[in-house]
């Protein structure tokens, strides 16, 4: 069962972890890190990833149980922070960002803010091997329907592999930082299986879709199972909707792991 994380430990352990040479221009330095071409559109979107989160956790903040001058101070922080992955801190050197923008006095607090935001919004934590065993089975899914086409749902189909490819670039370069935007991901995925289920007579008259329906449903509960987000195996006809409304309750940090699927 993988451990747990929440969104401001993400970003710390993130800022912490950044192994780039002071020397080097911070856009160059992420490129590296996480083996992208500097502005091209996988890296914008771990960019966006990045602020995104962090405009998460200033929106969070209003929420807890803080007085107002502290809620002030960890908003100025993680303002700092965002303005490292912004063009100020992009086209400098890593020591210039890391000097005035990911210091200790903006990105200590977000240790004590952990503890708080994990009550709210909290999720796995995946090491290497649960990753990779994710992004097997995303790749696994990918090719199956690359090879099996529908003649009148198609757009559905292609609707399916690109969300399974946000997952598995989120998955793979991004990593444990985008477990949350990897579950938004595989919203997207759930929601282009109710497409297809519904337009699909459930008469055998449409082989190919019913296949694809049923594999796509089967990956859905193996790929929660693995990540600690199924207590079941894939067994009762509502499963695809209990999956849709938990990963809603999780996205909006209205629950918690354990139990999020008891179906028997």
Known sequence: MPS?????RELSDLIRGMAIDPNVRMDRGL?????????????YQIIFSISSRIDELINLTDDLALDDDYKIEIKDSLGEIQTAFGPSGLNNNFSHSRQL???AAN???????????RQMRAYPRLDADEQQELVTLVDELISWLEDHQLSEQDFIRQALVEGLERMAFRLERIKWFG?????????EVISAYFA???????????????AMIKFVSQFVSNFLSKAGLAKDAYETGDFMLKAYGAIQLLLAGKSTIAGLLTHG
């Open 4 to 8: 747990i994380t929440d969104p401001a």
């Open 31 to 43: 490129a590296t890190l996480f083996d992208v071409p500097a502005w091209s559109s996988d890296f």
């Open 101 to 103: 923008y990911l210091s």
């Open 107 to 117: 990105v200590s607090p977000l240790s004590a803010l952990s503890g708080l935001v």
């Open 179 to 187: 477990w949350g935007y990897t579950l938004e991901s595989l919203r």
């Open 196 to 210: 297809l289920e519904r337009a699909t007579p459930q008469d055998g008259s449409n082989p190919p879709a019913e």
